[in-house]
Nanobody, 116 residues
């Protein structure tokens, strides 16, 4: 099992940057496909933002390609999401996810608001 805690959310102006961090405990982040997802309002579906596989391959939603970067630090057991050139439509609750066959875990989420 793995427990996940997100941090780094907040209010940022359009065009600004923010870095989210997901701290894992109980297991190594390198054992899972780690990902960031976001939910842009109550009742809306949680959407994939970016993932990094156990062998380091990354995948991004088209809407964030070239602006967001997912990375993993196995020494700190964290997964980060660097978000640049933020847009109002990036406003959402961002969740960290750990997935392996027949098992997944979610963090509690962190709010990101992009507004002037």
């Amino acid at each position: 099992q793995v427990q996940l805690v997100e941090s780094g959310g907040g209010l940022v102006q359009p065009g600004g940057s923010l870095k989210l961090s997901c701290a894992a405990s109980g297991s190594s982040v390198s054992s899972f496909r780690m990902g960031w997802y976001r939910q842009q309002g109550p009742g809306k579906q949680r959407q994939l933002v970016a993932t990094i596989s156990s062998d380091g391959n990354t995948n991004y939603a088209d809407s964030v390609k070239g602006r967001f970067t997912i990375s993993r630090d196995t020494a700190k057991n964290t997964v980060d999401l660097q978000m640049n050139s933020l847009k109002p439509e990036d406003t959402a609750v961002y969740y960290c996810n750990a997935y392996i066959y027949l098992y997944q875990s979610w963090g509690q989420g962190t709010q990101v608001t992009v507004s002037s």
